[in-house]
């Protein structure tokens, strides 16, 4: 059994408090990422009728007849919007690793409220800020899911302040990287498995993710979300009640030279005497820095002597990379 655990930490002093509130809760933080890599938190300040809706609204659309989920299809290989069947994604891929396709489906929307700006609708935001693409039914999707999105935004910029402090940069470091994020609001639905899967297949293989961090909440049923620690054992996650489960990503290890960990997790299939009603719902949002923010070792984490572990990289050129594996694309294809 692995040594390792995953933290719950109140951010609520963070947000609220003194500076020493602010440091103490940022050094907590800090210790995680550079551990594990994952954390849970509570006293955010969402509240929760907000997932409520986000979540039943999803859950209803999951529901509907597949040839009317698939009118809202995602319209393109590189275009992280509408909805993705099973089989349609693998996400062992985006690590060069061969897997058979994840049982999920999806249903993901980008950034809501752009403004007629160059940088929103220039030749150079593609794909970053195409259109949303949004069913007819259930009605009141749209609403619950553009209001989720801004909560989980406000969310994420006050995670990246906590991350500015545990760093010993001044709190509003990442603000002008991330004030216009190509971050992605994505639902999970993990089917029952009625019949066993394919050897090596998983409801989402290892992975890492790839932009800043993840904001996590869902279902606790059979089947669900395991880190993989240091010593190479995988640990249930789970999230305290009313809380998110928060992890970093390739961009945030990137940026510190990887002092912090951008660990593999999976979704595991349930036990074969559960996959009667395993069903698994999760919400996941996927904090991506601006896609020309340039990714490379922030002050601090580079020692003395030392060498900057990975070439300099925008944000958006990362994404549109791992995006392309993950789905099985040729990044010529998505190019040309």
């Given at each position: 059994?692995?040594?390792q655990?995953?933290?719950?930490?109140?951010?609520?002093?963070?947000l609220?408090?003194?500076?020493a509130?602010k440091a103490?809760v940022a050094a907590?933080i800090?210790?995680?990422?550079?551990?594990?890599?994952f954390?849970?938190?509570?006293?955010?300040?969402?509240p929760?009728?907000?997932?409520?809706?986000v979540?039943d609204?999803?859950?209803?659309?999951f529901d509907l007849?597949?040839d009317?989920?698939?009118?809202v299809?995602?319209?393109?290989p590189e275009a992280s919007?509408?909805?993705?069947?099973?089989g349609?994604?693998s996400?062992?891929?985006s690590l060069?690793?061969?897997?058979p396709?994840?049982?999920?489906?999806t249903?993901?929307i980008?950034?809501?409220?752009?403004?007629?700006?160059p940088?929103?609708?220039?030749p150079?935001?593609?794909?970053?800020f195409?259109?949303n693409i949004w069913?007819?039914?259930?009605?009141?999707?749209r609403e619950?899911?553009m209001?989720y999105f801004?909560?989980m935004?406000?969310?994420?910029?006050?995670?990246m302040?906590?991350?500015?402090v545990?760093?010993?940069l001044?709190?509003?470091?990442f603000?002008?990287?991330t004030?216009?994020?190509?971050s992605l609001?994505?639902?999970q639905?993990?089917?029952?498995q009625?019949t066993p899967p394919?050897?090596?297949?998983?409801?989402?293989?290892?992975?890492?993710?790839?932009?800043?961090?993840?904001?996590?909440r869902?279902d606790?049923s059979?089947?669900g979300?395991q880190?993989r620690?240091?010593?190479?054992d995988?640990?249930?996650?789970?999230?305290?009640?009313?809380?998110?489960?928060?992890?970093i990503?390739?961009?945030?290890?990137q940026?510190?030279n990887?002092?912090?960990?951008?660990?593999l997790?999976?979704?595991v299939n349930?036990p074969?005497?559960?996959?009667?009603?395993s069903r698994?719902?999760?919400?996941a949002f996927?904090h991506?820095?601006?896609?020309?923010?340039?990714?490379?070792?922030?002050?601090g984490?580079?020692?003395e002597?030392?060498?900057?572990?990975h070439a300099?990289i925008?944000?958006?050129d990362h994404?549109?990379m791992?995006?392309?594996?993950a789905?099985n694309?040729k990044?010529?294809a998505?190019?040309?």
């Amino acid at each position: 059994m692995s040594s390792q655990s995953i933290p719950t930490v109140d951010i609520a002093d963070f947000l609220n408090g003194s500076d020493a509130d602010k440091a103490r809760v940022a050094a907590a933080i800090a210790a995680a990422n550079e551990s594990i890599g994952f954390f849970a938190i509570t006293g955010h300040g969402v509240p929760d009728s907000a997932y409520k809706a986000v979540y039943d609204a999803a859950y209803r659309f999951f529901d509907l007849p597949f040839d009317e989920k698939d009118l809202v299809k995602r319209p393109s290989p590189e275009a992280s919007r509408g909805y993705n069947a099973v089989g349609r994604e693998s996400l062992a891929y985006s690590l060069d690793v061969s897997a058979p396709f994840d049982l999920k489906e999806t249903f993901a929307i980008g950034p809501v409220d752009l403004p007629a700006d160059p940088d929103y609708v220039g030749p150079k935001s593609y794909p970053h800020f195409l259109p949303n693409i949004w069913p007819d039914r259930p009605e009141e999707l749209r609403e619950a899911w553009m209001a989720y999105f801004r909560a989980m935004h406000r969310l994420a910029d006050d995670i990246m302040r906590i991350f500015a402090v545990a760093l010993d940069l001044p709190e509003s470091w990442f603000a002008d990287k991330t004030d216009k994020c190509i971050s992605l609001l994505r639902a999970q639905n993990y089917p029952d498995q009625p019949t066993p899967p394919l050897p090596g297949q998983l409801r989402a293989g290892a992975h890492s993710d790839y932009g800043a961090l993840t904001i996590l909440r869902g279902d606790d049923s059979p089947g669900g979300l395991q880190v993989r620690t240091r010593d190479g054992d995988w640990i249930d996650a789970a999230i305290p009640p009313g809380g998110f489960m928060i992890n970093i990503g390739d961009l945030m290890a990137q940026w510190t030279n990887d002092r912090w960990v951008s660990t593999l997790h999976r979704v595991v299939n349930p036990p074969v005497d559960q996959r009667s009603g395993s069903r698994r719902l999760s919400i996941a949002f996927f904090h991506q820095p601006n896609y020309d923010a340039v990714i490379e070792c922030i002050p601090g984490c580079q020692p003395e002597g030392g060498v900057a572990r990975h070439a300099p990289i925008t944000s958006g050129d990362h994404k549109r990379m791992k995006f392309a594996k993950a789905n099985n694309v040729k990044i010529e294809a998505i190019a040309s």
